[in-house]
């Protein structure tokens, strides 16, 4: 509880014993005795200042600065017309209930806060930079990329890096939500934000600390309340006309049936402030945003970081998800999972050949190849290298004339060789002229990423779809054991575009549709998408940035429990308005009728705000 809130329970706690022995006095007759109404007033006017004091300068305040119809209003004022018709108990009373109904309220806000402020606790104060065989701990705005920091066992991790010295565990679950630890060894990479486990480590920072991890991960939690559902927009543009109309209703209420049926001007005021009270419009007003809140808080819990409730509220309505494949659905990690060699040559001198002959290529392929050779390459061994265009390499290894890469390549040099349709990359190698073998690499699927589809469609999401650039035998292999509804294949980053623009394009209005990718062309495709879902352990920078939801850790599994707790967030949202609205509609129309008092008006403020906080508290217990 903070200072603040443990001085409003001290008011409400002194101001509930004064008004008990008040109320006991009253009952007993004892307050009779008092000399005029005068000492009487002054008598209750000291719980009612004690417990209302700040919600009349609140009220006064904003009168003054030309905001006048909000809920300081409509308390001031009914609690006024209360002690003008001398129903001091009542004025308290009001006043005492409201204020626990703040107090309640604001407990509720910062429990809910509570889980994404624990995500604001990940900016490092400090990096230790080693200068003359001494540490000495600078602001992490001051050091410059290539510097080489030294992190010690239970620091946070400062800067976004490679680890150049030591090996240790990080925990990462402030960023991902993910509990085990992962090792970190020297080439491994590292992102700020993370906690350093029990060993010391030498990092080599990659990025300034302004487009690091952390500090791209703050600034989305800090912008996520600007961006409000329809929902929360409808509320906050009713709350702005309901105010003035009951409160010109009050007036009204408290003016015509006097003069028109004359007299009894205490009992219509005195009406005219119950519908005042019942009509404040807090549970409205604070239950529906921190129903979202709570939904962002609870996704924020399991790694999700959602950028605002408008996206919180599309998720829910999410009937399609388009995948990108690699990096996605796939590790992106290509290994060597066949080599089938020709008569004549054994299975390592096929890897040998085709080893050498990518052995200045950068490209994944070739690194799988030369991984699975094993072997250290003497690349003086190499000569005449060169890339043929879309077709694959041609250079000499020891003298030897070889070529490596795709079926056009193999029928370009008119070279006979055997057509494998084998899932994944195939390059064929020939040496000589004459067809050597065959090399399969392929990408292998994501764990969990079969069990992420079926979550989706356990959720109720009609279609998963994939997008790839891969070969049509790859992703057919792909779309078949994860499951998917439909895919395509061969695509360029523009393709990607227009298949989304036509999955857009076949749904119903209230439909929407949400795409997942990690790479840096995703980003034209995450933007276009009404959610745009991005990888952001390893996803590129640009498509964190153009996504809507990021996925701390690229388990895609979380999806669906994103679904789900959208879902159960506008459910809750939608059951405080109906809620809220009916109970309200219902006092108000008995308390017009004088069949309403002020103890069921409190009720009609203060007890439906506080349920509807509680309901709304509910979006944190999601699992």
Request: charged letters at 25%; hydrophobic letters at 45%.
């Amino acid at each position: 509880m903070t200072k603040k809130q443990k001085r409003m329970l001290t008011r409400i706690i002194m101001t509930f014993v004064l008004f008990a022995v008040l109320m006991v006095c009253e009952h007993t007759g004892r307050l009779e005795s008092v000399p005029s109404q005068v000492v009487l007033f002054a008598i209750y006017l000291i719980p009612y200042l004690i417990i209302g004091y700040d919600i009349i300068y609140k009220a006064a305040r904003n009168i003054s600065h030309g905001q006048i119809f909000d809920e300081n209003f409509l308390m001031m004022v009914a609690t006024f017309g209360a002690l003008g018709v001398k129903e001091y108990s009542e004025a308290v009373a009001v006043m005492l209930f409201y204020q626990v109904g703040e107090l309640f309220q604001s407990y509720a806000v910062g429990k809910s806060r509570q889980s994404i402020s624990d995500m604001m606790d990940i900016c490092p104060e400090y990096a230790n930079v080693e200068e003359e065989g001494k540490l000495l701990q600078v602001d992490p705005d001051d050091v410059e990329i290539g510097t080489v920091i030294v992190i010690k066992p239970g620091e946070r991790i400062p800067l976004d890096g490679v680890v150049v010295e030591g090996e240790s565990m990080i925990d990462t679950a402030a960023l991902t939500g993910e509990s085990v630890p992962r090792k970190a060894k020297t080439g491994d990479e590292v992102i700020s934000g993370c906690v350093n486990g029990s060993g010391t480590l030498k990092v080599q920072t990659t990025k300034d600390f302004d487009d690091s991890t952390v500090a791209k991960i703050l600034e989305l939690v800090e912008n996520a309340s600007s961006k409000k559902a329809k929902v929360e927009n409808f509320i906050t543009r009713f709350a702005k006309y309901y105010t003035p109309v009951v409160t010109v209703g009050a007036v009204l209420l408290a003016v015509l049936p006097p003069l028109i049926l004359g007299g009894g001007w205490g009992e219509w005021i005195q009406r005219a402030c119950i519908f005042l009270v019942i009509s404040c419009p807090c549970a409205l007003v604070i239950s529906v945003p921190l129903g979202f809140f709570g939904g962002i808080g609870a996704a924020s819990k399991i790694g999700v970081l959602v950028k605002g409730s408008n996206y919180l509220e599309a998720v829910a309505e999410m009937s399609t998800i388009v995948f990108d494949k690699t990096g996605t659905l796939t590790k992106g990690e290509f290994k060597v999972t066949e080599v089938l060699p020709e008569s004549g040559m054994s299975r390592e001198e096929l890897l040998e050949i085709a080893a050498y002959g990518e052995g200045y290529s950068n490209h994944p392929i070739a690194n799988s190849i030369r991984e699975a050779y094993a072997v250290a390459l003497s690349m003086e061994r190499v000569t005449d290298a060169e890339e043929v265009a879309g077709h694959g390499i041609h250079c000499l290894v020891d003298g030897r004339e070889v070529y490596l890469g795709n079926a056009k390549l193999m029928a370009a040099k008119n070279i006979s060789y055997t057509e494998n349709n084998s899932v994944g990359t195939v390059v064929y190698v020939a040496c000589d002229g004459k067809f050597a073998g065959t090399i399969v690499i392929s990408d292998r699927i994501k764990v969990g990423a079969k069990e992420a589809i079926s979550d989706m469609k356990k959720v109720g999401v009609k279609k998963c779809v994939m997008l790839t650039g891969d070969r049509e035998e790859a992703a057919a292999a792909v779309a078949e054991e994860l499951g998917l509804d439909e895919y395509h294949a061969e695509l360029l980053p523009a393709d990607k575009v227009t298949q989304v623009e036509r999955l857009l394009n076949a749904q119903a209005e209230k439909e929407r549709l949400a795409f997942v990718g990690d790479g840096i062309n995703d980003a034209p495709v995450l933007t276009r998408a009404d959610i745009g879902i991005a990888m952001g352990s390893m996803g590129s920078d640009a498509a964190i940035e153009a996504a809507d939801v990021v996925l701390m850790d690229d388990d895609v599994r979380k999806i669906a429990a994103v679904v789900r707790i959208s879902r159960k967030t506008l459910r809750i949202v939608k059951q405080n308005i109906v809620f809220a609205l009916g109970i309200k509609a219902l006092v108000l129309i008995l308390g017009a009728f004088g069949m309403a008092n002020m103890w069921e008006a409190v009720f009609a403020d203060v007890g439906v705000s506080v349920i509807a906080i509680l309901n709304s508290m509910r979006t944190l217990k999601e699992k």
